[in-house]
Nanobody, 116 residues
Framework: QVQLMESGGGLVQAGGSLKLSCAAS????????MGWYRRAPGKQRELVAR???????NYADSVKGRVTISRDNAKNTVYLQMNSLKPEDTGVYYC??????????WGRGTQVTVSS
């Protein structure tokens, strides 16, 4: 299967920027989309951004205009560039891969903390 490894999380002040990386390995050809989800304190996991193989993207309304998802196929890495961060962006961010047979694969997560 595909294995995912997130990195790049940390502590940042409100208004700052952060770039998360997700390195993928294994049967990457089995995936048809990559995404980033997050779980904020006291809330359910939610979609942040999704990138389909064809290039179409989806963003949560709360991050639209501040977040960009991209991937480097040569490096088998997907990125999440986050700008103008807000305290409500705080949470554990998970990399996700969707397979052609409908399975969701998850990374272990990386903590993002945005201070006031």
């Amino acid at each position: 299967q595909v294995q995912l490894m997130e990195s790049g999380g940390g502590l940042v002040q409100a208004g700052g920027s952060l770039k998360l990386s997700c390195a993928a390995s294994g049967n990457i050809a089995s995936t048809n989309a990559m995404g980033w989800y997050r779980r904020a304190p006291g809330k359910q996991r939610e979609l942040v951004a999704r990138l389909a193989n064809g290039g179409s993207t989806n963003y949560a309304d709360s991050v639209k205009g501040r977040v960009t998802i991209s991937r480097d196929n040569a490096k088998n890495t997907v990125y999440l560039q986050m700008n103008s961060l807000k305290p409500e962006d705080t949470g554990v961010y998970y990399c996700n891969a969707e397979t052609w047979v409908g399975a969701f694969i998850w990374g272990r997560g990386t903590q993002v903390t945005v201070s006031s």
